[in-house]
């Protein structure tokens, strides 16, 4: 079936190091999303990219879709520690696109 | 606009107890989602329903049931509630305008079931 994969499960840092997450469709997406979910909190929607090749940034946040639509990425430049949580990549099941294929997440932690 | 508001916010079972989970949105949004989440599991779909008056199972609906009550309200019910359905229990929803299918979520419910 439809799988979306993310890696690295975890990441540790020290404040001010870079972080990035992948994101790997087994088909090709319409869209990603990002969203972001704080310990002890709910995911919230971070962004939606939907062209091949997209680039959006957000702050310290820069966002891809890779060309072929199956990949996506979420770069954070000099991570700080409002930056802790778990980021997942969600694309819309093939099938039926009012559900979601979701990654399992990677949970950042960062040192101060 | 309070979004999505779940009830209650935590709650202890018993094994064999039953409860409902509640989920309303003030957004106006058709579809509305029940997820569970675990450690390491990610977010599983349990039950979604795409407009008023519809509802299909997700990925893991065994031991649950819902109910879309009107376009505002989602409920979610464990009829005999086991250990493994001790979770947190989010419920979202969404708007398909166009492309965008951003999903907004509750702020959850924790549930033990001893």
């Known amino acids: 079936g439809q799988q979306v994969m993310q890696i690295p499960q975890y990441q540790h840092v020290q404040e001010g190091e870079d972080f990035t997450t992948y994101c790997n469709s087994s088909?090709?997406?319409?869209?990603i999303q990002w969203y972001k979910q704080r310990p002890g909190g709910h995911p919230v929607f971070l962004i939606q990219l939907v062209k091949s090749g997209e680039v959006k940034k957000q702050k310290r946040l820069t966002f891809q879709f890779g060309e072929a639509k199956k990949n996506s990425s979420l770069h954070i430049t000099a991570t700080q520690t409002t930056d802790v949580g778990t980021y997942f990549c969600a694309g819309p099941n093939a099938g039926n696109n009012r559900k979601l294929i979701w990654g399992l997440g990677t949970s950042l932690a960062v040192n101060p | 606009n309070a979004g999505v508001t779940q009830t209650p916010k935590f709650q202890v079972l018993k094994t064999g107890q039953s409860m409902t989970l509640q989920c309303a949105q003030d957004?106006?949004?058709?579809?509305m989602y029940w997820y569970r989440q675990d450690p390491g599991m990610g977010l599983r779909l349990i039950y979604y329903s795409a407009s008023e008056g519809t509802t299909d199972k997700g990925e893991v609906p065994n031991g649950y049931n819902v109910s879309r009550l009107n376009k505002r309200e989602f409920s979610l019910r464990l009829e005999s509630a086991a250990p493994s359905q001790t979770s947190v229990y989010f419920c979202?929803?969404?708007?398909?305008?166009?492309?965008?299918?951003?999903?907004?979520f509750g702020p959850g419910t924790r549930l033990l079931v001893l």
């Open positions: 088909t090709t997406l319409s869209n």
């Open positions: 957004m106006n949004h058709n579809s």
């Open positions: 979202a929803s969404s708007d398909l305008t166009g492309i965008r299918e951003t999903q907004y």
